[in-house]
């Protein structure tokens, strides 16, 4: 079974360039999450989807941030005008089901970004 | 909110010891809990989980214990080898907006020395 895919795995911007981050979930997984893990910390929730609805995305950064799933499969987070504190790993996960009945999450790799 | 504490931040060994990594937590609800782990460059993978009160969860010599008195879900391993050394985290399911969520701890780095 293959797993998530996240693209690219590395990115390297100058202050005010975009940038987007592809996910392909793992398949028949409804929900998708993404996560902001700067260097060293735990992962932040950013916006997660059930199927092509967004659920959350109190945690995302409104302004220059975000996200789309749009046939309720891959997902594209999009970052404009990025600043150096975007620096950090964005991984993607999916689930099937909720993870308060201890559903488990899969995690992509990730896409490192550097912002200078 | 719900929050997650994980104590040390850098947990450094001789292979062969054991090794005890701890995670707290705060919840309003009846807590689920996980240990992931993160490999160098890898993406980070289930290693336990558990919501039963005072049953002990194993999985690749690893093991965890949820004890809800004293809101605790500590990873422990009897004797650690160099492919342990990876990052931790101590996870939650967290009910927020009206839908679950899993909050992370801030990792602990594990180095397992030869």
């Known amino acids: 079974e293959a797993g998530v895919t996240q693209s690219p795995r590395y990115a390297v911007l100058q202050e005010g360039q975009a940038v987007s981050f592809w996910c392909d979930p793992i398949?028949?997984?409804?929900?998708l999450y993404w996560y902001q893990q700067p260097r060293d910390q735990g992962p932040q929730l950013l916006v997660y989807?059930?199927?092509?609805?967004?659920?959350?995305n109190s945690q995302l950064p409104s302004d220059r941030f975000s996200a789309v799933r749009p046939k309720g499969t891959n997902s594209t987070l999009k970052i404009q005008s990025a600043k150096q504190g975007d620096t950090a790993t964005y991984l993607c996960?999916?689930?099937?089901?909720?993870?308060?009945?201890?559903?488990?999450?899969?995690f992509g790799e990730g896409s490192r970004l550097i912002v200078v | 909110g719900d929050s997650v504490t994980q104590t040390e931040g850098l947990v450094t060994l001789t292979k062969g010891l054991p090794v005890m990594l701890n995670c707290t937590y705060q919840?309003?609800?009846?807590?689920?809990l996980f240990w992931y782990v993160q490999h160098l460059n890898e993406a980070p993978k289930l290693l336990l989980k558990?919501?039963?009160?005072?049953k002990r969860t194993e999985h690749q010599g690893f093991y965890a214990t949820l004890h809800k008195s004293s809101s605790s879900f500590h990873l422990q391993k009897s004797s650690v080898q160099l492919s342990d050394s990876a990052l931790y985290f101590c996870?939650?399911?967290?009910?927020?907006?009206?839908?679950?969520?899993?909050?992370f701890g801030s990792g602990t780095q594990l180095t397992v020395m030869p």
């Open positions: 996870a939650l399911s967290e009910r927020a907006s009206g839908s679950w969520q899993l909050i």
């Open positions: 398949s028949g997984h409804d929900t």
């Open positions: 996960a999916s689930s099937f089901g909720q993870i308060n009945s201890g559903n488990t999450l899969y």
């Open positions: 919840t309003t609800y009846s807590p689920f």
């Open positions: 558990s919501s039963t009160d005072n």
């Open positions: 989807f059930r199927d092509e609805a967004v659920i959350d």
